[in-house]
């Protein structure tokens, strides 16, 4: 059964840093490209970041040199680490293939406030 546990998330106040983890389950991680993507309140989910299966990467506009996406498919592990982090970066973070209709995990909340 493929599966996603996403963690990491909490409160931050502005300009601070989270890591967000996912554990990938139920497939092989390194046959997939893997995306994290965000949902606001009220907003449609959106694609954050993209990792290829030959670690291509692409990122969106809005978090351009403020968010790393890796991968370790030995741990069947993605990563995105989150530096610089604005009120509009509040959301839940799911992990997902990007190529494949899976389901989505439970999330991890991020929360950017003073």
């Known amino acids: 059964q493929v599966q996603f546990v996403e963690s990491g998330g909490g409160l931050v106040q502005p300009g601070g840093s989270l890591r967000l983890s996912c554990a990938a389950s139920?497939?092989?991680?390194?046959?997939?490209?893997m995306g994290w993507y965000r949902q606001a309140p009220g907003k449609q989910r959106e694609l954050v970041a993209r990792?290829?299966?030959?670690?291509?990467?692409n990122y969106a506009e809005f978090v351009k040199g403020r968010f790393t996406i890796s991968r370790d498919n030995d741990k069947k592990m993605v990563y995105l680490q989150m530096t610089n982090l604005k009120p509009e970066d509040t959301a839940v973070y799911y992990c997902?293939?990007?190529?494949?209709?899976?389901?989505w995990g439970q999330g991890t909340q991020v929360t950017v406030s003073s």
């Open positions: 139920g497939f092989t991680l390194s046959a997939y490209s």
């Open positions: 997902r293939r990007t190529a494949i209709n899976d389901s």
């Open positions: 990792i290829s299966l030959s670690n291509m990467i």
